[in-house]
Structures are given as structure tokens and as C-alpha cells.
């Protein structure tokens, strides 16, 4: 989830197995080699990459653990690239009830620079789905889920944003530096198992997602276990905008969160509500999942082959875990100029004590002209520092009309609700 988060993990897939022919699918180097380096962008330790699909132009995919089968947000591309589709399936949105429909397109090529995927399915959404650039400030326009994994291991430097994808019988032994747990490979998805500390209640043995395409720290689905409270401190909040809707919930803190000897202490956590097709999650066996917020604060490699999960600290493995302090909530329109406006707003926080709005339009922010300003920038400066003065100049609207609107100037003091 982009939480303001992303992605929960951007959908669950109803889907049989889809089966090549000829060649095996999956990722491979075009040339032979030990690894290959490709850089990505990073945008709230959200992984993207450009990718070509059939000699195409370039389009960003995020790469995300939390997916099984690739996606293409936009049937509009799909058309213009000329893809086949065999037929159509539903898929069940990250709200458990929206319903998607998405047409089934296989045996694509998509090329990433030095790595290319053969023989790859695509699903390809009915309704062109652009929010998520709303949510992350990047045009995005698909999903490249475990196909990328599966043969070959992976690292992930998030401080040097750098991908390293290794040759397949390569890292036999740990490298050097880096622990290892067990990672088992369920549904097309990795998973390990971990402690968690709560502030209040018993601890939870949990067994947690690795998700690379939600950008909370850790997730908790309190349906999945009696043991699972919330903590005495927590506010209600949107978690953010994933495929099939909004979720909502609560964020607190957990104290810790321990595995392999790696220990993340006063951690942030999202209990999302309990919705009808949670019994997805509860039949994984999961408690929930470990997003890139977390993630980001090491160097990881996953290798699926081998079936574990090795890691390091990172550059900013100590900082301290933060959530928004400002109630706002703040979007990217999907427009030529670069705009940013008041998504929703928290209730209690700093913002709604001095009468933001939602859908009231950035003008400035600190005295700095908009067009200075990057969505994930404008992230970190309402997570930045309790008791901080922001000053915003806000467009307000006040009608369908363009022209009916007012300019207003409001500062506030950042409040730390958690």
C-alpha cells in the first residue's frame, strides 16, 4: 500500500495455471554472465523499472513479491502494442469486493536493458488504471510479480538503488556480511517467519508476506489471530489506494520486530479492517506482511531457488520509523503541469484543526513554488519532525467552475498522533 501508502499488495489473483509450450518462461540474462546490475527509481522504496513489452516503447513496471502473474494497468497500451488476449478473468480487488476484469495475454516478450522475460503472460486490465501516480508522483503502468524471481537470485541494494540479478547456480554461500532465514515459496509468494513484540499482549510468532510492493513497515491482520491487539495508542486512517479501491484501518506501533537476529524496534504498523475475502488470508496461514518502508532500511536478496531470505543493515536502518504527522493525505493529478492536492484528510490531526480541505489544490509549500516539490518529498516533510511549522498556499475551489475558487494561506504545527 502506499500509505500514505500503496499497494497492499495490489490484488489477489484468481487465476489457474498458465503453461508455455516451448520454452520455459521466466527472466533470464541476454548474455551470459555472473550478475548483471540494473538501477532503478526509487520512489517510497518502491521499486520501478522501465520495461518494453514486444519491442515497445519503454513503460515503468513496479516489481513487487506480492504478486504472482504480471499486469498491465491499461488495456489502452495493450491495444497499441497489438497484444492477443486468450480470454478474460476476474480479480478480486485489494478491498475484497471490487471486482476487476482483466484479459489474459501470453507469451510476451519484455525486455528490462540486460534481462529479459520470455514467454511472459500478461493480465491486461479491462479499465485503464493510472492512480497510482497519484499516489507515488510516477506514472506506473503494470506489475512484474514472481516470474522474476523464481529461477534466478536477486539482491535489492535500496541505497545505491541498484537491482543485482545473478547467473542461477550462483551465491551458493552467504555472502559475506549478510544473514539468512528460511523463505518458503507458497502460491508464488515468499514468506518467512518472524517474532513480534506488541506494546500491550502476548508476543506473536507471525508468519509475514515479503512484499516489495506495499510501502508500509509491517502489516497485521487481526482476523488471522487472537493474539493480535491493537496497541493503546492508534489512530484511524486510510492505508492507502491499491487495484479494486481504498483500504482502510488503523495505525499504531508495534515494539519490535525480530528475525534471523535482525531486530526493527517502535516499528509502525497497519491493521487493516477485516473484509469478505480475508479468508484468502487466512487460508495462507500468514499474520500479515513486511512492506518496503521496512524493507529499504537493509540490502536484501531473495532466492527462490534455495528457498531463503539474506539481509544486512542498511544506510538507514536506524532511522526512526515515522508516520504522517500532518493528516494530509496529498495526490499527484495525472496531468501535464505538475499538481498536487489534499487527498483526504485525518481526523484529530494538524490539518483539520485549521480547516484544510480535501481537494484544496498546493500552491506552495514553505514559501516554494510546487513545481520544486516531488510527491515523495512533499512525503517526508509531513513525517519529518513534530512540532515543525508548515506553511502551505492552498487553491480552494468552490465550484465546477474553474473560475470560482480562492487562494488561502494557512500554516501549522506538525502533531505526532502516534
Not at 497485521?220 to 487495484?243: A, C, F, V, W
Not at 531457488?305 to 493529478?333: A, V, W, Y
Request: proline residues 5%; aromatic residues 10%; contains cysteine.
Amino acid at each position: 500500500m502506499i500509505k500514505n501508502s500503496l499497494l497492499t499488495s495490489c490484488i489477489l489473483l484468481i487465476i489457474p495455471c498458465l503453461v508455455s509450450i516451448a520454452q520455459v518462461p521466466g527472466f533470464y540474462m541476454k548474455e551470459p554472465a555472473k550478475k548483471l546490475e540494473i538501477p532503478f527509481i526509487a520512489s517510497n522504496n518502491l521499486i520501478i523499472v522501465p520495461v518494453s513489452i514486444n519491442d515497445g516503447p519503454p513503460v515503468n513496471f513496479l516489481i513487487d513479491t506480492g504478486v504472482k502473474t504480471n499486469i498491465l494497468f491499461s488495456k489502452s497500451i495493450g491495444d497499441q502494442l497489438e497484444l492477443t488476449y486468450t480470454r478474460k478473468l476476474d480479480l478480486v480487488g485489494a478491498d475484497g469486493t471490487t471486482v476487476l476484469t482483466a484479459n489474459v495475454s501470453p507469451s510476451n516478450h519484455m525486455d528490462l536493458g540486460g534481462i529479459e522475460g520470455i514467454l511472459q503472460t500478461l493480465l491486461v486490465l479491462d479499465d485503464d488504471f493510472f492512480e497510482l501516480e497519484m499516489v507515488i508522483g510516477i506514472p506506473v503502468f503494470g506489475v512484474i510479480g514472481y516470474e522474476f524471481f523464481k529461477y534466478n537470485p536477486v539482491k535489492i541494494d535500496y541505497d545505491k538503488e541498484l537491482i543485482t540479478f545473478y547467473e542461477m547456480g550462483r551465491l551458493k554461500w552467504r555472502p559475506f556480511g549478510f544473514r539468512k532465514v528460511p523463505m518458503k515459496i507458497e502460491n508464488s509468494k515468499p514468506y518467512i517467519h518472524a517474532k513480534v513484540k506488541q506494546l500491550s499482549g502476548d508476543d506473536v510468532d507471525s508468519k509475514l508476506l515479503i512484499d516489495l510492493g506495499a510501502n508500509h513497515g509491517l502489516l497485521l491482520n487481526m482476523e488471522t489471530s487472537e493474539k493480535i491487539q491493537l496497541p493503546p495508542k492508534y489512530i484511524e486512517s486510510d492505508l492507502g489506494r491499491s487495484l479494486g479501491g481504498d483500504l482502510f484501518g488503523y495505525v499504531g506501533r508495534v515494539k519490535s520486530l525480530n528475525y534471523g537476529g535482525l531486530k526493527f524496534n517502535d516499528i509502525i504498523t497497519s491493521f487493516p479492517e477485516e473484509t469478505e475475502f480475508s479468508y484468502v488470508i487466512k487460508e495462507s496461514g500468514r499474520q500479515g506482511s513486511i512492506g518496503s518502508e521496512l524493507l529499504g532500511r537493509t540490502r536484501i536478496i531473495l532466492d527462490y531457488q534455495r528457498e531463503r531470505f539474506l539481509f544486512k543493515k542498511g544506510n538507514t536502518f536506524s532511522n526512526p520509523f515515522e508516520f504522517d504527522m500532518s493528516g494530509i493525505s496529498p495526490r499527484m493529478l495525472p496531468t501535464n503541469e505538475k499538481r498536487f492536492v489534499v487527498g483526504s484528510v485525518r481526523k484529530g490531526s494538524a490539518a483539520e484543526q485549521v480547516g484544510i480541505l480535501k481537494d484544496d489544490e498546493f500552491l506552495e509549500i514553505n514559501k516554494i513554488p510546487v513545481d520544486f516539490w516531488e510527491l515523495s518529498d512533499l512525503i517526508k516533510l509531513f513525517r519529518s519532525e513534530e512540532g515543525r511549522n508548515i506553511t502551505v498556499k492552498l487553491k480552494r475551489y468552490h465550484s465546477n467552475n474553474p473560475e470560482d475558487f480562492e487562494i488561502i494561506e494557512i500554516s501549522f504545527n506538525l502533531i505526532r498522533q502516534i
